[in-house]
């Protein structure tokens, strides 16, 4: 999807993404987005926080006992 928006930049540097760029990315209040300067644009995306999370932690425990630890702790 290759469709040109003008945004207009408010105090603080604040800017509104449209409604239909936020839906088709699934973006919501409170997720964060990584900024970039990229040849003198700026690219917002996506930062998928919680699965850069989980991969950090992957090896070190098994998500099955996990589980069976919360279960215990109830």
Known sequence: MKKSNFLIVR??????L???????L???EGDPLR???NDG????SKEDFWGKLFNCAKGLY????A????DVGE
């Not at 644009?41 to 917002?44: D, M, P, Q, S, T």
């Open 11 to 16: 105090k603080k540097g604040v800017v509104i």
């Open 18 to 24: 449209p409604k239909r760029i936020r839906k088709s």
């Open 35 to 37: 900024i970039e300067i």
């Open 62 to 65: 098994d998500p099955d006992e």
């Open 26 to 28: 699934k973006i919501e």
């Open 41 to 44: 644009k700026i690219v917002l």
């Open 67 to 70: 589980e069976l630890e919360l």
